[in-house]
């Protein structure tokens, strides 16, 4: 990598809004990096949801219309 190219993943994490990027391997969808916002927010940790499925950290809540 050029010394000069971005980080993006450092930038996504220091964005103040709430992201989570996702890998679109359906039915997977890998937990690529999330900013900083999106962990505090949901209470998890980068390194705790970082190359799991969506699904597998927020599993789905048939009762939670």
């Known amino acids: 990598m050029d010394k000069a190219s971005p980080d993006f993943k ?3 994490k220091s964005l ?3 992201y ?3 890998e679109p391997n359906a ?3 890998t ?3 999330a900013s900083d916002a999106y962990t505090r927010q949901t209470l998890t940790k980068q390194d ?3 190359g799991k499925g969506l699904f597998e950290v927020f599993p789905d809540n ?3 219309k």
């Open 16 to 18: 103040p809004g709430l």
């Open 31 to 33: 937990i690529v990096c």
């Open 10 to 12: 450092n930038i996504i």
């Open 20 to 22: 989570l990027i996702i």
């Open 48 to 50: 705790e949801i970082k």
């Open 27 to 29: 039915p997977k969808y």
């Open 62 to 64: 048939p009762e939670d």
